[in-house]
Every structure is written in structure tokens, then in C-alpha cells.
């Protein structure tokens, strides 16, 4: 008998979640790198059309594979449907333009991944969409901005790089008021930290490049809403325009699922670690961790994440020398832009991801010179303090002799 894993634990549904099994009973999910369907007769064909059947069709609409990522992912996130994409960014895109129209009205924190700050900056006012940005710790912003009608709230928290918070059911209730969704990034989160559904949001987006692959092999997005919101609002968007993740894909990032929880409890439980040996070096002048002490929302992180996260931001002293002098002193620690790895990453944000956006946005997002986004992975935490302590070492200014 097929076992129900909505019984489960997330760690449980993560590996057994969404599993079909065709006829030859393969341990592993199946990887159905097929574009296409056949039919047992054209009355099939037929009803497969109209909807009276039950049939796969073409692989732009679903597949397989992808169908037990999506189910797998309904059941940790406790979502009532699922639609996988190519990318976060497709993710993010398609939820957005699906349910926006001319002369609707955006209101989004202003600490947005990059991608998805342009999308409501530049993207969407094309298209005659109003967009206003807040800062989202602010909650009398939330309140100006949502005092008129809108249609959509978008929000990311923790943000990057500064993972600064927003209060989840307050500025869903606000949205609700002024007659918006909100449509929540929980990639930072993750869906084992922070259950966004729970906390008042409409819908959850992910890239799944980040955590849920985690070994940075394949990319991937994840839209998680109500039944009616998926099939009515967002599967005839991706239907026709056609950000579908690819089967391969989809089955690496099955397995990567395996092992999630795994994962994000290390790399949360190094990352907290981390957080509390870079405060005590002289040369760091700040730190950022949603759930140590000094972080000014900590209490808000208490209430509504189960965890700090896989993501350390700190200030070292000396502005862009300072920092680019400790990332090159890195030995273990690599240079680059990604996060959520099982590879530990360090970010220059202000001179990489978040170059573009301008040295007046990133003032105002607190993104200073000296700051350094550090993703922590599943090495010995023990090892990463040594590479931190040797690298910020060799960064000090040399005390004058
Ligand atoms: C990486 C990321 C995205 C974009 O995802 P891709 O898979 O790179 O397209 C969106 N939001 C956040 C918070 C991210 O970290």
C-alpha cells in the first residue's frame, strides 16, 4: 500500500514526499526525460484536451518527474499546489505577471535580490504597473504605502545581504486590507525555517538553486500557493509562455531534497557559530545574524523563523580595502556570488550583486563598503574559523611599530 507522507515529519516527507513508482518498483525516483505523450487512442487524445482525462500532454505543461517535485515540495511547505520553473527568477516573473494587469499597484520592500528589485523597479512600470518601494523593517511604510488599494506585496525575508526582517503577519494584514496578495521570497529562510503560508502570505517562491539543490549543480524555481490561485491564475501563464524546469533538473534537485534538512540544520548551526566568533575579532565592526542578540529584529526572528539561516553578513573595518583585502586572505572560504551551497561563499555585495542597483540604494539598504555576505556550508566549522581568523588577521592595518 502506498504510504501517505503527509503523516510524516519534514525530514520524512523530504524523502519520501511525491514518490510514483511506475510498474518496474525502481527505488529512485524515475527521471522522464520525455517532451511529449503518447495516447492509447485518438478518444484519449481527445478527452485528454478537454479535460475529461486524466493524461500527461507535452512536458511545457508537466511532467513526471517534475509532478513529484511538485508534490514533494506541497508537502514541506504544507502548500495546496506546486509549479516548478527553470529559475528563481522565472519563479518570481511568473508569479508576478500572472497576476498583475495594467494599472494595477506593487508595493515591495526595497531589500529585493537584485533581479527581482529590477522586475517591480523596470519591468513591471513598463507595462503600466505603479510600483512603490518600502523599507520593509518599517512598519509605518508598509502602513503609508498600503493605505490605498494594491493588488501585490512582495517581500524577502531575511533580505539579502543584510538580512534585515519583515513581520510576516502584520504586513499580510495590511495587504489583505488594501486588497493585495503577497507574494513572499523565502529563499533565505528556507521552507525548514520559516513556514511564510502559516504567517498570512498567498504565495511562497523559491530558487531552488540555493538550498534545496545545495551541491551547486542545477537551477531551479518553485511557486507554492492555494489550488485555485496555482490552476487558475499561474498555470495558464507558465502553459503558454513556457518557464518550464527541465526533467533532469527537476530529478537533481529531487534528491538534493534527500537531504535538506540535513543540511540547512548544519550549515544554520555553523552559521550561528560563525556569526558569534566574527564578532569577537577586532577588525569586524559589525555583525549581522537574525537570531543573535544585537540583531535589532531578533525578537521578530524568534517569533516567526525556526533558526537564524544559512547566511552571516559582517562589516569589516577599512571600507572596500578592508573587505577585499580578508576575502583575498580566504584559503577555504571561496569568492563568489551564489549562496546556499555545501561549499562555504563569500559576496563583496556592493561591488557584485548589488553593483547595479547604485551607490544611493545601497546607502540607503545599509550596504557599506566594508560589507561581506558569507554563505556558510557543511565544512568543519572549526576549519572555517581558522580560514576567517587567518584572513582577517592578514587584512588588519599593521599597528604602528
Ligand atoms: C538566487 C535568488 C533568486 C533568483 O534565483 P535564480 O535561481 O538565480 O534565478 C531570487 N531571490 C533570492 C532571494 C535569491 O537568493
Known amino acids: 500500500m502506498p504510504i501517505d507522507p503527509s503523516k510524516f515529519r519534514p525530514a520524512t516527507r523530504l524523502v519520501q514526499g511525491g514518490v510514483q513508482r511506475t510498474g518496474h518498483g525502481e527505488t529512485a525516483e524515475a527521471l522522464f526525460l520525455t517532451s511529449g505523450y503518447v495516447y492509447d487512442s ?61 494599472g494595477d499597484r506593487v508595493v515591495a520592500s526595497r531589500a529585493l535580490f537584485g533581479s527581482c528589485h529590477w522586475i517591480v523597479s523596470t519591468l513591471l512600470p513598463k507595462f503600466g504597473i505603479a510600483t512603490e518601494f518600502v523599507d520593509g523593517a518599517d512598519l509605518a511604510q508598509w502602513r503609508a504605502a498600503l493605505a490605498q488599494p494594491a493588488n501585490l506585496v512582495l517581500l524577502e525575508t531575511p533580505s539579502n545581504p543584510m538580512l534585515e526582517l519583515v513581520d510576516l503577519p502584520a504586513v499580510a494584514d495590511l495587504a489583505h486590507r488594501a486588497g493585495a496578495i503577497v507574494v513572499v521570497d523565502n529563499v533565505f529562510a528556507t521552507p525548514l525555517l520559516q513556514r511564510p503560508l502559516e504567517l498570512g502570505a498567498d504565495v511562497v517562491v523559491y530558487s531552488c538553486t540555493k538550498h534545496m539543490d545545495g551541491q551547486g549543480r542545477v537551477l531551479g524555481g518553485a511557486i507554492l500557493s492555494s489550488k485555485k490561485w496555482i490552476e487558475e491564475t499561474l498555470q495558464p501563464f507558465i502553459r503558454n509562455t513556457g518557464p518550464t524546469l527541465s526533467a533532469f533538473n527537476a530529478w537533481v534537485l529531487l534528491k538534493g531534497l534527500e537531504t535538506l534538512a540535513l543540511r540547512v540544520d548544519a550549515s544554520c548551526r555553523s552559521a550561528a557559530s560563525v556569526a558569534d566568533f566574527l564578532a569577537t575579532q577586532p577588525n569586524v565592526s559589525r555583525v549581522w545574524y537574525p537570531t543573535r542578540s544585537d540583531h535589532p529584529q531578533h525578537a521578530l526572528a524568534a517569533k516567526q523563523m525556526r533558526g537564524g539561516g544559512t547566511v552571516v553578513t559582517f562589516e569589516v573595518a577599512g571600507g572596500k580595502d578592508g573587505a577585499f583585502a580578508a576575502m583575498n586572505g580566504f584559503g577555504l572560504i571561496a569568492v563568489s556570488n551564489n549562496l546556499g551551497d555545501s561549499k562555504s561563499l563569500a559576496t563583496h555585495p556592493a561591488t557584485t550583486t548589488h553593483m547595479r542597483v547604485g551607490e544611493v540604494e545601497r546607502a540607503r539598504l545599509g550596504i557599506t563598503d566594508g560589507v561581506i555576505r558569507l554563505s556558510i556550508g557543511l565544512e568543519d566549522v572549526e576549519d572555517l574559523k581558522d580560514d576567517l581568523r587567518q584572513a582577517l588577521a592578514a587584512a588588519r592595518p599593521q599597528a604602528a611599530a
Open 42 to 102: 485518438a478518444e484519449q487524445a481527445e478527452g485528454t484536451f478537454n479535460g475529461s482525462v486524466e493524461h500527461y500532454q507535452y512536458s511545457r505543461f508537466a511532467n513526471p518527474t517534475l509532478t513529484m517535485l511538485e508534490d514533494r515540495l506541497c508537502l514541506l511547505e504544507g502548500a495546496e499546489a506546486c509549479r516548478t520553473t527553470a529559475t528563481g527568477m522565472a519563479a518570481v516573473n511568473a508569479a508576478m505577471l500572472a497576476h498583475l494587469k495594467s
